[in-house]
């Protein structure tokens, strides 16, 4: 992460760390998978040039809403159109800069984590366990209203919603 939050810094595009990174840096559990890095579309294939000249593999896969880089075994995810759409300005300026091992950068604000990560749950993967440890990790900092109404046409999202308030994770919808 550091390596290329730097590489993207000195490169001057703009990014913002996501996923389970953003958890942890705002206090949620640890996380190994991967590196989340969410940057504007039209910045993706600068941003995957810059990691490549610091020594990254770059990759780019089939699904069209990302690209990739490998920094040995460890995947770097640049997102720039997660499943609620492409990431813009706006969503830029939304986010905190926080230090982060030792490093300030944007942290994508947890409810458009949040948001995601319920979007992605499909009936195929009804795994409600990633989100539920979020949830329960930051629950006094999510605007729970904020996460309800954009994800409201998502069935998943509210089964999502009636297991974390049974569960005393979230409040009760208003």
Same mark, same amino acid.
């Given at each position: 992460?550091?390596? #290329?939050? $730097? $590489?993207?810094?000195?490169?001057? +595009?703009?990014?913002?760390? %996501? ?5 942890? #840096? ?14 504007? *579309? ?6 995957? #040039? #810059? &990691?490549?000249?610091? %020594?990254?593999?770059?990759?780019? *896969?089939?699904?069209?809403? &990302? ?17 609620? %759409? *492409? ?5 830029? !300026? ?13 942290? $994508?604000?947890?409810? !458009?984590?949040? @948001? =995601?990560?319920?979007?992605? &749950? ?9 989100? +539920?440890?979020?949830?329960? =990790?930051?629950?006094?900092? +999510? ?10 046409? =998502? ?13 005393? @994770? ?5």
């Amino acid at each position: 992460m550091k390596r #290329a939050g $730097a $590489a993207l810094r000195d490169a001057d +595009i703009p990014f913002m760390v %996501g996923g389970g990174l953003a958890v942890w #840096a705002r206090g949620g559990a640890r996380t190994e998978h991967d590196v989340d890095l969410l940057l504007k *579309p039209e910045d993706a294939e600068r941003a995957q #040039a #810059a &990691l490549e000249a610091i %020594g990254m593999r770059a990759e780019r *896969p089939p699904e069209g809403w &990302l690209l990739k880089a490998w920094d040995g075994d460890v995947l770097v995810d640049l997102i720039y159109c997660p499943i609620d %759409g *492409p990431v813009t300005q706006e969503a830029l !300026d939304r986010a905190d800069v926080l230090n982060v091992m030792a490093m300030d950068m944007k942290v $994508a604000p947890l409810e !458009d984590v949040m @948001v =995601s990560k319920l979007l992605a &749950l499909k009936e195929q993967e009804p795994d409600f366990g990633q989100v +539920i440890e979020l949830a329960r =990790s930051c629950r006094e900092q +999510i605007d729970w209203n904020d996460v309800r109404r954009r994800t409201e046409a =998502s069935p998943m999202a509210k089964a999502f919603f009636t297991l974390v308030e049974e569960l005393g @994770v979230a409040p009760r919808a208003a």
